[in-house]
């Protein structure tokens, strides 16, 4: 094995997080994997990280469309998980069939000018019907929602399953690891210690002045070249809740971050496979619903294991700015979430 492909292996074993079991032994337990949105700019090089992890052994690709090539690409690869194609809607109940955790980027992405929020339109209602699909085929599935704006999608999940009678908020994510994942690059480089080294918790939302990392409680291990100051910290922070856009702008109207996200989806998923298989200290950040703030769904640091969310971790401290910066964040995710549930119950868009 090469030195490159041994690191992305690497790096897909969560940075070298120990994967022993409770028991002290390697996962044995066979791990159904389904992406929702497989052929899109997220889903392929998701695809791609999925298949090589070592957790799971079947990947089950679905679009409404391009998945067979797809499949057959990625099938190609030389490692554990046995891989097929879905495509169209009459082929989505087989592709979630047994799934153990469903990951869904489906749906459009933004353009330049646009905010998460202008995608609501179009996303809703593709959210809803995955998720009833999902609710009637694998209702004990780990459900991992990539698809924008997440601050209302993840509550529009949670009543589409509570209408159907098998929602389990435990079982339920809205993925926010690409804040975190820019938070720590972003941290790293600004006091120049190893970016491997860096915890930067980021909690809250996914949009905006939702997301709001606690540079606060920022830990990194060697000296750091740098210190920074509250107008330097200040920066950080809008850099971090405006990263996605940064993206977009980038991309001048070809879409939003698509690689990034796959590699930020595939830490998330993994470490639900782990904490499914026992792992101990499995834990991230994910918006779930939540007893912590008055917002009833909120991104917090979650600890993982068989059942999903068994522990949602509390805030710690935050500083005065932090503070306020929570209080802007319940307030327009608070909204987001009542918009999300709104939609669900009377389809107002
Ligand atoms: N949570 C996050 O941090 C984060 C980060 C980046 C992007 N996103 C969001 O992820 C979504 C996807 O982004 P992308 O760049 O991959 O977009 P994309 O347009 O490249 O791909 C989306 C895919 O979804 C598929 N799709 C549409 N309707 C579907 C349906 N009903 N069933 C199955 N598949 C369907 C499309 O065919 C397409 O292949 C967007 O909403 C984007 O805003 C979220
Ligand atoms: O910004 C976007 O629209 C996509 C995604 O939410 C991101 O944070 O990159």
């Known amino acids: 094995m090469n030195s490159l492909m041994r690191a992305t292996r690497q790096a897909l074993q969560m940075a070298a997080r120990s994967y022993a079991t409770k028991g002290g032994e390697k996962d044995s337990m066979p791990r159904k994997v389904a992406i929702l949105g497989a052929a899109g700019g997220i889903g392929q090089p998701l695809s791609l990280l999925m298949k090589m992890s070592p957790h799971v052994s079947s990947l089950a690709l679905y679009d409404i469309a391009g998945t067979p090539g797809v499949a057959a690409d990625v099938s190609h690869m030389n490692t554990l998980a046995k891989v097929k194609g879905y495509a169209g809607e009459d082929q989505l109940h087989e592709a979630l069939d047994g799934a153990d955790v469903v990951i869904i980027p489906a749906g459009v992405p933004r353009k330049p000018g646009m905010t998460r929020d202008d995608l609501f339109k179009i996303n809703a209602s593709i959210v809803q019907g995955l998720i009833k699909a999902c609710g009637e085929a694998c209702p004990k599935a780990l459900l991992n929602i990539i698809s924008n704006p997440v601050n209302s999608t993840v509550p529009i999940a949670a009543e589409t399953l509570k209408s159907m009678g098998v929602y389990d908020p435990k079982r339920l994510f809205g993925v926010t690891t690409l804040d975190l994942v820019r938070a720590r690059t972003f941290y790293a480089d600004a006091i120049g210690v190893d970016v491997n080294s860096v915890d930067v918790p980021v909690v809250g939302g996914h949009a905006g002045t939702t997301i709001l990392p606690l540079f606060s409680q920022a830990k990194h291990s060697g000296q750091a070249k740098k210190q920074l ?113 709104k939609f669900a119950k009377d389809g107002t868009l």
């Not at 690689?259 to 989806?265: E, F, H, I, N, T």
Request: include cysteine; glycine fraction near 12%.
């Open 229 to 341: 100051s509250p107008e330097e910290i200040e920066a950080l922070t809008k850099r971090t809740q405006d990263g996605g856009t940064e993206v977009v702008q980038a991309k001048a109207g070809k879409g939003s971050a698509t690689l990034s996200m796959a590699y930020a989806g595939a830490l998330f998923a993994d470490s639900c496979l782990r904490g499914l298989s026992g792992a101990a200290n499995t834990s991230e950040y994910t918006m779930v619903q939540s007893e912590i703030t008055s917002c009833p769904f909120f991104a917090s640091k979650v600890r993982l294991g068989p059942s999903g969310a068994e522990e949602i971790l509390g805030l710690g401290e935050l500083n005065e700015i932090e503070q306020k910066g929570l209080d802007i964040a319940i307030a327009e995710l608070t909204a987001s979430v009542e918009k999300g549930v």
